[in-house]
């Protein structure tokens, strides 16, 4: 089978809600990106196949494919077409996929793959609550076959992370110790210098605005639980966040072509669903589905980046896979660093390839849950 390579990853800076980049149109979020990595390749545009961004909400500013505008908004050549996806929390994950299958194929060679969210902008779930006036409570409600399957009870991922809260015996002390250390280590990564090589700086900021150095767990524990009588708190939560990211994916042939160098080699891609009203417990069959159709095992992994949708979601997967904790997450994750959720999936690949690079490691495996109980894999080899 022909291989996928990952040449390169960039990203903007994380923002948080209201910070440096809450005021910045996406597309030109996007542009950012893209430019850089088209820049720092020395790539001649008009090479490029195909750019397949993630983005949820696709709404305003976010509309009318933002992976085209994005790149039109770069200045680049109007002959390369885009096309934006939505797999939920996955989708720039997905958009990896998407372009690696191209390049697996055979029809594609070179595709830039990410994707961009600006929640400051456009609040999450807009394109949900939108709708309300035009008498649509919810995505589920008004269809027969889905309240005949699941009735008319709430769907939502606040309710699923309490639900695996309370399965997996995760006290709300465990989560904050969880998210507490997410900072710690999303701090230490900044102030070694470890996310240098992935960020192109947005003006005059080019530093995470999330991580908090002054948290602390007594300062969680005064917080107010999202729902009464539950655990979790925004503590525990991922950030509400602004950010653009960037991956170029090439085939053999424009490796070789080029003369492009590949930091990476796709060596595992798929996607499992699973309960759709527990939501986020997905990344737990799709890992195992993962290492059986690799014939791996965990041990044999590296690193894992995993996202930290809620504290519940990561010790659940930890509990279920026996995954060591040291290899999870090493600079931190969602609740430190932030969740722009089109945006997020090609975060965690770029700081996955770097931290490889950084260890040593050979192989990184990514997973994420997503909207409607699903949940992506992949898994790389880092070269060279």
């Given at each position: 089978?022909?291989?996928?390579?990952?040449?390169?990853?960039?990203?903007?800076?994380?923002?948080?809600?209201?910070?440096?980049?809450?005021?910045?149109?996406?597309?030109?979020?996007?542009?950012?990106?893209?430019?850089?990595?088209?820049?720092?390749?020395?790539?001649?545009?008009?090479?490029?196949?195909?750019?397949?961004?993630?983005?949820?909400?696709?709404?305003?500013?976010?509309?009318?494919?933002?992976?085209?505008?994005?790149?039109?908004?770069?200045?680049?050549?109007?002959?390369?077409?885009?096309?934006?996806?939505?797999?939920?929390?996955?989708?720039?994950?997905?958009?990896?996929?998407?372009?690696?299958?191209?390049?697996?194929?055979?029809?594609?060679?070179?595709?830039?793959?990410?994707?961009?969210?600006?929640?400051?902008?456009?609040?999450?779930?807009?394109?949900?609550?939108?709708?309300?006036?035009?008498?649509?409570?919810?995505?589920?409600?008004?269809s027969r076959g889905w309240v005949e399957r699941y009735g008319t009870q709430e769907v939502?991922?606040?309710?699923?992370?309490?639900?695996?809260?309370?399965?997996?015996?995760?006290?709300?002390?465990?989560?904050?110790?969880?998210?507490?250390?997410?900072?710690?280590?999303?701090?230490?990564?900044?102030?070694?210098?470890?996310?240098?090589?992935?960020?192109?700086?947005?003006?005059?900021?080019?530093?995470?605005?999330?991580?908090?150095?002054?948290?602390?767990?007594?300062?969680?524990?005064?917080?107010?639980?999202?729902?009464?009588?539950?655990?979790?708190?925004?503590?525990?939560?991922?950030?509400?966040?602004?950010?653009?990211?960037?991956?170029?994916?090439?085939?053999?042939?424009?490796?070789?072509?080029?003369?492009?160098?590949?930091?990476?080699?796709?060596?595992?891609?798929?996607?499992?669903?699973?309960?759709?009203?527990?939501?986020?417990?997905?990344?737990?069959?799709?890992?195992?589905?993962?290492?059986?159709?690799?014939?791996?095992?965990?041990?044999?992994?590296?690193?894992?980046?995993?996202?930290?949708?809620?504290?519940?979601?990561?010790?659940?997967?930890?509990?279920?896979?026996?995954?060591?904790?040291?290899?999870?997450?090493?600079?931190?994750?969602?609740?430190?660093?932030?969740?722009?959720?089109?945006?997020?999936?090609?975060?965690?690949?770029?700081?996955?390839?770097?931290?490889?690079?950084?260890?040593?490691?050979?192989?990184g495996l990514q997973t994420m849950c997503e909207g409607g109980g699903q949940a992506n894999?992949?898994?790389?080899?880092?070269?060279?």
């Open positions: 089978m022909a291989e996928a390579y990952i040449v390169d990853a960039v990203r903007t800076p994380v923002g948080k809600r209201g910070g440096r980049l809450s005021q910045v149109h996406p597309a030109d979020l996007g542009a950012h990106v893209i430019r850089a990595l088209i820049e720092r390749n020395d790539l001649d545009p008009l090479l490029v196949e195909d750019v397949i961004f993630g983005c949820c909400d696709a709404l305003g500013p976010q509309a009318g494919d933002i992976a085209r505008t994005c790149w039109l908004a770069a200045g680049l050549p109007d002959a390369v077409p885009g096309v934006t996806i939505d797999r939920q929390c996955g989708s720039s994950q997905q958009s990896l996929h998407f372009a690696a299958q191209a390049v697996m194929s055979g029809t594609s060679d070179l595709i830039v793959a990410g994707g961009v969210q600006n929640m400051s902008m456009i609040p999450i779930q807009s394109a949900q609550t939108l709708a309300e006036p035009l008498g649509f409570a919810d995505p589920f409600s008004g939502s991922q606040f309710r699923a992370a309490e639900m695996i809260a309370e399965k997996w015996d995760i006290s709300r002390e465990d989560m904050e110790v969880f998210a507490l250390e997410s900072h710690r280590r999303a701090i230490r990564a900044m102030d070694e210098g470890r996310f240098e090589n992935e960020i192109v700086p947005f003006e005059d900021l080019a530093l995470d605005e999330g991580p908090r150095r002054d948290t602390s767990l007594e300062k969680m524990a005064r917080l107010r639980t999202l729902r009464e009588g539950g655990r979790l708190t925004a503590a525990v939560s991922s950030q509400i966040s602004d950010a653009a990211t960037a991956l170029l994916v090439a085939s053999e042939r424009a490796v070789k072509d080029l003369g492009l160098r590949p930091r990476a080699r796709v060596h595992h891609l798929s996607v499992r669903g699973a309960d759709p009203i527990w939501m986020l417990t997905a990344p737990i069959p799709a890992t195992a589905h993962a290492l059986a159709r690799t014939g791996m095992r965990l041990e044999d992994i590296d690193l894992v980046e995993i996202n930290e949708a809620f504290a519940s979601v990561v010790l659940a997967w930890q509990k279920e896979t026996g995954a060591d904790p040291a290899r999870v997450n090493p600079n931190g994750g969602a609740i430190s660093l932030g969740h722009p959720i089109g945006a997020t999936g090609a975060r965690l690949t770029a700081t996955l390839l770097g931290e490889l690079e950084r260890s040593g490691g050979r192989y894999v992949t898994i790389f080899e880092r070269l060279g």
